[in-house]
């Protein structure tokens, strides 16, 4: 399997650019949303699901009544790469759909 190829910083800002209320912390997108605690463990389960079923898995972070995803790419070097913003561009989705408030 090929190496995914990191992305250039101009590509990093024009993709975070185009996923509102993602960070960047360094070489990892960020984002936390708020529900229930127990829709936050519904949501975390939605979304590892969907990263399973596109191969590419966040880091997943569960506190009372907030979720946080962090996305890297540990197969480039734990660079963002494509992937990361895909897989973001999901993760919004499926928060939207459970009625998940960004933070």
Excluded at 56 to 75: G, K, L
Aim: aromatic share 6%; proline share 5%.
């Amino acid at each position: 399997m090929a190496v995914p190829e990191p992305l250039t910083d101009a590509e990093i800002a024009d993709r975070l650019a185009a996923l509102p209320g993602w960070t960047r912390d360094g070489d990892v997108i960020t984002r936390t949303f708020s529900h229930t605690y127990h829709e936050t463990l519904h949501l975390a389960m939605y979304v590892g699901a969907k990263a399973r079923e596109v191969g590419h898995h966040p880091d997943i972070h569960i506190t009372w009544q907030r979720v946080r995803f962090d996305i890297t790419t540990h197969d480039a070097g734990d660079r963002l790469t494509r992937a990361d913003f895909d897989l973001a561009e999901h993760i919004d989705n499926i928060a939207h759909g459970h009625g998940a408030a960004p933070i």
